[in-house]
Structure formats: structure tokens, C-alpha cells
């Protein structure tokens, strides 16, 4: 929808295909519910991260938030550079889209899903069902595989590999972590704000800081997915959570964190355990430090395994959760045969790429959206020459 708003600035005839029966279905998901479409901090993208920056440099934050303004959106930016809609509401991005594409004569097929880009002499012809349409120029914003039924089966990857482009495999990213149940056996439902970081056996491999929360499979909440897509990195992935943002002894941060050692907190813990034991009883202590769920667990602990326990709670990790429950796809098609000025196709003249369909994917907070934005109006505006 970027990409042939942006194009429509130049008055082309322009028809989106869409596969679902409505467009942007993902979109009114996003944020939960809300849309959180920009971030305006810098933050590593993953994949193809130099490609991503240079999209971002060809069309940045003020580009993208620009573009929006212009279709009449209110936006309000939060905590963490995080841009919402004013309204708070995911409709109120989708509606200003959809309303400026009908103002501009963009003609949109719904149930549309396109199967085949065949190259023809004047340009390109596209397949969906029965129905095949002929156009100069093709931008390929498909998306990706996670979100369930808002994502496709990884069949839309074809439709660039056709051309000699190739695939990074997709994984599922920015989804919730699958846990030994017998270890998080009693916390189902806790949610707390801790540090938590993945290691492989004792080898730290990331770390995330923020809100975490315990569930009957496993460990979900921004904190963990945000580790998601380093799971597939590690052997053996253990997850240690340190509860210190919890207890007052840590800032509660909402970031990804450099890796350090899972043990950092032990000293602080320790010294607060040993303070408070001074004064009270040990069940005393541990019922007005802790959520109930979590003093229950570690009823029984010496003060050594208590203190370890409350700053690396180890969690071996099983799976995850998969594309169902993904927020976004890490891999997709390479980058590499791309102009991140005008995502155009250097292995065919007049097809272009953008949005998740490629192999870039950020963290949580608005950096996908963003990237799929700028690199959607990008080549928008590069088709529509
Ligand atoms: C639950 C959830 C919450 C999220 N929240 C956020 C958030 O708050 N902030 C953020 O930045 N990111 C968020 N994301 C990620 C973000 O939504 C995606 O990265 C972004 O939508 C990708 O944009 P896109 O245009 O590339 O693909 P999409 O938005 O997926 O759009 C691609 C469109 O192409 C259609 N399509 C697919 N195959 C075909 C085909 N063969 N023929 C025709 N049409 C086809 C699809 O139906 C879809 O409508 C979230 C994702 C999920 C699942």
C-alpha cells in the first residue's frame, strides 16, 4: 500500500493484488491493536543490516512520519522513540491508506493471489487464479510467513527466486520461547520485569531487558520473543532470567542489552537477602519481595540457591513457538541482487522488492514497520518513473 501511494504521486495506472479478501489485515494486528509504526531511535536491524540501514538512510524516520502526516494521520510518539497513530488505534493507519489510494484511482482486487510474474516483452504479466494482468513495472510486497494466517505459506518467495534471486531460509522471529515445563511448572501466568539472557549451555549468546511472562508452554512477553530468533544459534539454549528489575536493585530497562554475565546481580541479591533476613523470617522476606507465585517456588532454597536462583533462574529452553505466533519472519530473499535507493531487481529490469519479504527483520517497537514503509515508498517512487 506504501508502495503504490507512492507511486500514485505520478499519476501511473496502478493495481494492487491482494491475496486476503481485505488489504492490510496484518496491519490492524500490529501493536496489539494499536500500530506501532515507527520507532524514531536507531536500533540493529537483522539479516541484511547494511541494506537496511541504506533504505533507511535513502528514506528515513522524517521521510516515513512525513508520508504519513501528509495522509491526514495524527501520530504521538511514547516511551523508547515508539510513534503510534494519535487515535490509538491501528484502523485509523489502515483507513488514511486505503482512503488516499480510492482518492488517487488505485484500484485494488482482493482475493488476488498471485502465483506466476512471467517476463514479457513490454514489461511484466502477472498470474493470480484464472485472472492474469499485464503491467510495465512490479513491485513484490508479499510479506512474510510470520503472523499465522496474516502471513503466507512461503510460497510468495518464488515469485523473486523465479528470477534468479535467492533465499535466506525464513525462521520465525519475535516469537515466545517453548520451556522444560517442569521447570516453570506454578508460574504460569506471572508476569514481573527482569533481565533476561540466552546462552548456549554456559555461553552467553543475547540479552534483553523488559517485561516478561510466564506461561504454561514456555516464556513469552517482548523481553523473550526479542531472543526468539537467536534460539536457532545456540545448541543447547538455556534462558537465564535475573528478577533484580523486580526487586528494585536494577533499573527496569526496555531494551536489548549487551551480553555480560548471567551471574552480575549475584552480589546485589545476596546483600539484600542478607539484610532483610536480619530483620525478618525467611518466608517474611520472600513473601514481601516476591510475587506469590515465585516465593512459592522457592520455598525450601538455602540462602546460596535463593540468591542464584532470583538472579539466573535457569530455563532450558525446548523450541519455539513458530510462525503462528511470530511477529516477523528473520531470513527471506537476499538483498544482495537489490538497490536499497530504488529496490530494484539488478537481475531483471523493472521488478522490485520491499517489506518483509526481504531478508531484513528488527526488534520489537516499530522498526519492521518502518523498514517495510521507506523501503515500500522507495520503490514506489522509483516504479512510478
Ligand atoms: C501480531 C503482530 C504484531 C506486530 N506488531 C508490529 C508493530 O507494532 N510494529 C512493527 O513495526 N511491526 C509489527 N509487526 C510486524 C509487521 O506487521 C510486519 O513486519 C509488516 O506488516 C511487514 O509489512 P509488509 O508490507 O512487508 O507485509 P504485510 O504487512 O504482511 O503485507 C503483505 C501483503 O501481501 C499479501 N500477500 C502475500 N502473498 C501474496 C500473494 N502471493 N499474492 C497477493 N498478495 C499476497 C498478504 O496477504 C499481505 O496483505 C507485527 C506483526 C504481527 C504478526
Known sequence: MAAALSASEQKKDILVLESAPRVGRKLLATGNGRCNLINMLDAPYYGDAGFAKQVLDACNRADVLAFFHGLGLVTREEGGGRVYPGSGQAASVLD????????????????????RITRQKNGFRVTAGENSYDGKKVIVACGGMAGGKLGHDGGAYALLTAFGHTLKQPLPALTPLLADKKVIKGLSGLRLPAILTLCDGEKPVSRAAGEVL????GVSGICAMQLSADVHRAKKPILYADFSPMMGLVPCLYERLPVGDVYENLDKVQRLLKDRSSLLPREEVLC??????????????????????LCAFAIPITGLRGFE???????????????????ESALQKGLYAAGEILNVDGDCGGYNLLFAFASGILAGKAAAQ
Open 325 to 343: 505466533y511470530a511477529q516477523v519472519t528473520r531470513g527471506g530473499v537476499n538483498t544482495r541482487d537489490f538497490d536499497a535507493h530504488t529496490m
Open 214 to 217: 510466564f506461561t504454561d508452554y
Open 288 to 309: 514481601g519481595l516476591l510475587p506469590r507465585l515465585l516465593s512459592e517456588k522457592m520455598q525450601g532454597l538455602t540462602g546460596q540457591q535463593l540468591a542464584k536462583m
Open 96 to 115: 488514511v491508506m486505503r482512503k488516499a489510494l480510492d482518492r488517487r484511482g488505485v484500484a485494488i482486487l482482493c482475493d488476488g493471489k498471485v502465483q
